[in-house]
């Protein structure tokens, strides 16, 4: 039997995938050959159910001890900053070995070798199988299976993510015509009433990139500057019943120059409505919160 150099071997790990991947198994395999004692320590994302860490502590706990049922795992909460977490690593491997153990943590040349600053000594394996958890990921996520596990695994993710609110922007596009306020509303082909332009909020996107993007896609004008007014919890009908809520930014724009058409998902009409007692007589039900505002914005002045 091959003499063993190392008391405790300490994997430290994502495995964010529906089953170990080759490399993963040979990191493990060669790990146990090498130690008395073998110790996997996961990684463990502050934020629920992304795409990035989609599955939790338990899913992959389980995952490891069906093909090696041998070994120890445990977890290690993500922090920002790698001298905290080096912390948190050591003491949470000094709270389950022995102070006489010869321990050795194990990594492949990507790992968390580069930002550990803590006690232990460090190994890195060389990967033999490069496989992409990314990767493997984006193919998961484009396949539907037939099967109630599937469903239930869908479910539970969907029940387990945190509530969410949805950032959206809506612009008032205004205008001075002589003695009376104009402000630029348009109407979706689907819709019999109108409202102010606006959509989601992009990933890495300002609230005021937002509004300049939106404007331009559903109304082709230019604008610069939007000016935040107030935000809303808008009663879309798309959210009715569900956990997560839409709150819109309202942002002031004036209008300087450009011939309004309306485009993207403002596909009815655009048109210019003078600010009085009867514009809430056109504005669709959601967004009356919002014009309501805008009315009291002018009559108590900009």
Not at 33 to 49: A, F, N
Not at 52 to 80: C, G, H, S, W
Not at 105 to 117: A, E, M, P
Request: net charge neutral.
């Amino acid at each position: 039997m091959k003499k063993k150099n190392v008391d405790v071997g300490i994997i430290i790990a994502r495995f964010q995938v529906p089953q170990l991947t080759e490399g993963h198994k040979n990191l493990i395999k060669q790990v146990n050959s090498e130690c008395y004692k073998t110790i996997i320590i996961l990684g463990l994302s502050p934020v629920k159910c992304t795409f990035r860490n989609p599955l939790d502590f338990e899913a992959r706990k389980q995952m490891v001890l069906d093909e090696f049922p041998n070994v120890t795992v445990l977890y290690i909460k993500d922090t920002y900053s790698d001298s905290i977490w080096s912390n948190n690593l050591d003491g949470i491997i000094k709270d389950v070995t022995n102070p006489s153990d010869n321990i050795v943590l194990y990594g492949s040349r990507d790992s968390f070798i580069k930002h550990y600053t803590g006690v232990f000594d460090c190994k890195e394996i060389e990967q033999k199988v490069f496989i992409s958890g990314t990767d493997i990921r984006k193919i998961v996520s484009r396949q539907v299976k037939a099967s109630s596990n599937f469903r239930k695994g869908v479910i539970w993710a969907t029940a387990n993510k945190y509530k969410q609110c949805l950032p959206t922007v809506d612009a008032c596009i205004w205008k001075k015509d002589g003695n009376v306020i104009k402000v630029l509303l348009g109407k979706r082909s689907s819709e019999p009433l109108y409202r102010f332009p606006g959509g989601f909020v992009s990933a890495g996107e300002t609230y005021e990139d937002t509004v300049v993007r939106e404007v331009q896609e559903e109304t082709n004008l230019i604008v610069e500057n939007p000016k935040y007014l107030k935000s809303f919890v808008i009663d879309d009908w798309r959210y009715r019943g569900e956990m997560d809520k839409i709150t819109s930014s309202l942002f002031m724009v004036e209008y300087k120059e450009g011939i309004p058409e309306p485009g993207d998902d403002m596909d009815g009409e655009l048109r210019w409505f003078i600010l009085d007692d009867n514009i809430m007589d056109n504005i669709i039900y959601e967004h009356k919160p919002l014009m309501k505002d805008i009315v009291k914005y002018f009559c108590d002045g900009e």
